[in-house]
């Protein structure tokens, strides 16, 4: 769980207790993220000989240069903006200096959120905090004394304790069907029917997780793990069109991608926004595309240590002709046309090739700017100096005017009933829709990592760090969609916990 994440669900906790009611949790281990949602419980009970870790945030770049090297591959990358380091994993041994001061405020920023969530939930000045993750390890006995906890026992007992006598409420997941009704639910479990939408006022939920691309992705099972244009752009217009759809809420937890498939379904919300307010809500990550596609929103939410912004782009290919070299292959591209063969050469771009490449990513930087521009009521000068590719966190994108409000999906969801004058019922339709059988088949498949790096890859996670191996995957097949997009508004950032 990312430490945004657990702002989120923290907030709903104390909006629980809000209402009057008392919270009581239980542990056997927690860590940073885990922790700071068990600070909004009343009572907070660990296992015997279990453990709370409160280290303070941490992130851990993953750069793949020396790989590449090894191999004989060349990363042959430009970008736009003196912070835009979505290459740098590729490119560079190591963060460079403005990749060092963009994760040094967003740690600092996560650090503070973490000190005062525990300040507030547990009682304890800040200064007692702070000591308490610098000395980041405590055994149950210790978490006891240093007040992390109220009371060391299994959860059984924790249990039978906070109910103290009182009656239970079950609470069904869904009401029984039987009959027809009941066969109508396994038709749609099969895909046979079509899923029921409101004819009601209501508001729609459109989630857009994942990095943005080009195409329709792999359909509606793939809307749950990448933003594909075609897939989205058409379920952004049929919202637009139903007049029973009074507003949409569009939640998106992307780090970008595509710049072109960004642009189009730029292009789709303002179509939404033109007859019904669109509100973003932002989760961990929306940035660079996924910032793209919401700047045009009605209006912007995002959490404290949300990672937005990112106002850049980068574009490359990985130059395999060393790789090939060392295996004994030699490649001679020939064309017709001064720069025929750059798309189709082996080898790193000429640097008149650069220069092509450069021009052609600076047109859609300023495309970008101007598109944040407007959607956010800023001069272009002005958004251009707040841009280059900087990542900023929610707190500070609401300081600059990159975002409107701080809140998670329910303060969205609200404000979207609010801009719609509906009533705090009113129905949410969400999409993508469930998931069918029909739907889970047509996924499967599996994922390939380009230049037969698959085997590397499955050694780090085997061998070394599971944690790392994913970190290559997602990049390594980022990098594969350059050779189909060679521009992208893309930002490869840390995961903070």
């Not at 220069?355 to 859609?364: D, K, N, R, T, Y």
């Amino acid at each position: 769980m990312s430490l945004p994440d657990a702002a989120e669900l923290q907030s709903a906790l104390l909006a629980f207790k809000a209402k009057g009611k008392q919270l009581h949790c239980h542990t056997e281990a927690a860590s940073n993220a885990e922790y700071m949602v068990l600070t909004a419980c009343d009572r907070i009970g660990l296992a015997p000989t279990g453990e709370v870790m409160v280290s303070g945030p941490a992130a851990m770049p993953v750069h793949l240069k020396g790989l590449l090297d090894q191999l004989g591959i060349t990363a042959d990358f430009l970008h736009v903006g003196a912070y835009k380091g979505a290459a740098e994993p590729l490119t560079r041994d190591r963060p460079s200096k403005e990749m060092e001061e963009t994760i040094a405020a967003i740690l600092d920023r996560s650090y503070a959120s973490m000190v005062d969530a525990i300040a507030a939930g547990r009682k304890l000045a800040p200064d007692v905090v702070k000591a308490l993750i610098d000395e980041a390890m405590f055994t149950s006995d210790k978490a006891l004394a240093a007040r992390l906890v109220d009371v060391v026992e299994p959860f059984e007992q924790f249990r039978d304790a906070a109910a103290a006598g009182g009656a239970w409420t079950r609470i069904p997941l869904e009401e029984k069907t039987e009959g027809a009704a009941a066969m109508m639910k396994v038709m749609k479990f099969l895909g046979a029917t079509p899923t029921t939408r409101p004819t009601d006022p209501h508001v729609a939920l459109v989630y857009a997780v994942g990095d943005v691309i080009d195409g329709g992705g792999d359909g509606i099972i793939g809307a749950r793990a990448e933003i594909a244009s075609r897939t989205l752009v058409p379920a952004l217009r049929v919202l637009a069109a139903d007049d029973s759809v009074k507003a949409v809420v569009l939640r998106i937890d992307s780090g970008g991608g595509s710049a072109l498939a960004s642009e189009l379904i730029w292009h789709a919300v303002a179509e939404v926004k033109a007859k019904k307010p669109v509100v973003v809500s932002m989760s961990d990550v929306a940035a660079s595309g996924g910032y793209y596609i919401a700047c045009g929103a009605t209006k912007i939410y995002a959490l404290p240590d949300t990672l937005t912004g990112s106002i850049g782009v980068v574009g490359g290919k990985l130059a395999p002709s060393g790789a090939l070299a060392k295996i004994g292959v030699t490649t001679y591209p020939m064309g017709r046309g001064k720069r025929a063969t750059m798309m189709a050469s082996l080898g790193p771009w000429t640097a008149d090739e650069r220069a092509a490449v450069q021009a052609h990513m600076q047109a859609i930087y300023d495309v970008f700017v101007g598109r944040v521009a407007a959607g956010r009521g800023k001069s272009v000068a002005d958004v251009h100096a707040i841009a280059q590719g900087r990542v900023w966190t929610g707190a500070d994108a609401k300081r600059l005017g990159l975002v409107d409000e701080l809140g998670g999906l329910e303060d969205a969801i609200k404000g979207a009933r609010e801009l719609a004058k509906l009533g705090d019922d009113a129905t949410i339709e969400v999409y993508p829709p469930e998931m069918t059988l029909r739907d889970l088949f047509s996924g499967f498949g599996e994922v390939q990592v380009p230049f037969g790096l698959s085997t590397v890859v499955a050694a780090a996670a085997r061998d070394v760090s599971p944690e790392v191996a994913e970190v290559m995957v997602r990049t390594l097949r980022q990098v594969a969609r350059f050779r189909e997009e060679r521009v992208q508004a893309i930002a490869f950032l840390p995961i903070v916990r």
